[in-house]
């Protein structure tokens, strides 16, 4: 079956860090082009970053750049959020997409979320004030 699982969530302090994973299970992640998001209580759920099926591209949220670094390893078939400089505001559910990739080159966080094929169940990041 299709399945990718976020892992690496916790409580941190203002200014940690933190690695998040995401791990796919059921088919090939080279394949796919991986997004993460994130959703605030109380909020919508905004994308936060992206990555190309090859790997070229990335894109990230006003919000997060220079603190946030999106990887992924195909071999493993697993991707990757490495989070530092965590502010309380980053507080929220992460969760992990993936997409079917027609250019290896691409990847949005633009686009509606529903054209992302499979989502993970997400993974709790509390940073304390």
């Known amino acids: 079956q299709l399945e990718v699982v976020e892992s690496g969530g916790g409580l941190v302090e203002y200014g940690g860090s933190l690695r998040l994973s995401c791990a796919a299970s059921?088919?090939?992640?080279?394949?796919?082009?991986i997004g993460w998001f994130r959703q605030a209580p109380g909020k919508e759920r905004e994308g936060v970053s992206c990555?190309?099926?090859?790997?070229?591209?990335?894109t990230y949220a006003d919000a997060v750049k220079g603190r946030f670094t999106i990887s992924r390893d195909n071999a493993e078939n697993t991707g990757y959020l490495q989070m530092s400089s965590l502010k309380p505001e980053d507080t929220a559910v992460y969760y992990c997409?993936?997409?079917?990739?027609?250019?290896?080159?691409?990847?949005?966080?633009?686009?509606?979320?529903?054209?992302?094929?499979?989502w993970g169940q997400g993974t709790q990041v509390t940073v304390s004030s």
């Open positions: 997409a993936v997409a079917y990739a027609h250019y290896s080159d691409f990847c949005s966080i633009d686009i509606p979320q529903g054209q992302y094929d499979s």
């Open positions: 059921g088919f090939t992640l080279a394949y796919s082009y």
């Open positions: 990555i190309s099926a090859n790997g070229a591209k990335t």
